[in-house]
């Protein structure tokens, strides 16, 4: 079965660093989703992207935060000045786009510690 | 107002008992009402959607949505301790999705 692949699983970094977490998507997905999850907290939404553009943003997403698909398979999240309120599960998911079925597939998360 | 609403829990419940969880919400816009179940440090993983309101089934799980009252469930029969998860109600509109807080779940054997 298709899945969505994030690593790093888990990756520890010092307070001011920058952090690339990366995620391959379902090969015929469209839509790709960026959320995070602070430990014992919801799921929030970050950035939705498509068509090599973000098409929404949350107010979490400010300017430290990017991502783009260089090269067409990865999807990248770049936080460029960790802060510790950034450790937190961040999941990548995505969407065939051609049905909106809301059916969000989720990669099994990559775990950001900021010490 | 939150969004979504959804009581967090914890809820314990033994085997073989029917699980009735829920949410609310604000944005009458959203047409599609998802179910997700998370395991611990997993990723969340589609269990049931449904689009409007009404009923839908699959195997020991229904979902129920009601619009007029801004309000969904999801309902398990026969729980097993294998349903032990957290389970976060989810809504979209043209791809802006919103997740519940989710509902920690505990079936005892």
């Known amino acids: 079965e298709p899945e969505v692949t994030q690593t790093p699983s888990h990756q520890v970094t010092q307070m001011g660093q920058e952090v690339i977490l990366r995620c391959v998507p379902i090969?015929?997905?469209?839509?790709f989703y960026w959320y995070r999850q602070i430990l014992g907290q919801k799921v929030e939404f970050l950035v939705s992207?498509?068509?090599?553009?973000?098409?929404?943003k949350s107010e979490i997403f400010d300017d430290q935060f990017s991502v783009e698909r260089p090269d067409g398979s990865n999807f990248t999240l770049k936080i460029r000045s960790t802060k510790l309120e950034d450790s937190a599960m961040y999941f990548c998911?995505?969407?065939?786009?051609?049905?909106?079925?809301?059916?969000?597939?989720f990669g099994e998360g990559s775990r950001l510690t900021v010490l | 107002q939150k969004e979504v609403e959804q009581d967090p829990g914890p809820l314990s419940v033994p085997e073989g008992a029917i699980v009735s969880l829920n949410c609310t919400y604000s944005?009458?816009?959203?047409?599609?009402f998802m179910w997700y179940r998370q395991y611990s440090r997993k990723g969340p993983e589609l269990l049931m959607y449904?689009?409007?309101?009404g009923n839908k089934e699959d195997g020991r799980f229904t979902a129920q949505v009601d619009k007029s009252s801004k309000y969904i469930s999801l309902f398990i029969r026969d729980s097993q301790p294998s349903d032990s998860a957290t389970y976060l109600c989810?809504?979209?509109?043209?791809?802006?999705?919103?997740f519940g807080a989710g509902t920690r779940l505990t079936v005892k054997p």
């Open positions: 998911a995505t969407q065939t786009g051609t049905v909106n079925t809301g059916e969000l597939f």
């Open positions: 989810a809504m979209n509109n043209n791809n802006d999705m919103r």
């Open positions: 449904t689009y409007s309101s």
């Open positions: 992207f498509y068509n090599n553009e973000i098409s929404e």
């Open positions: 944005n009458s816009a959203f047409q599609y």
């Open positions: 090969s015929n997905h469209l839509y």
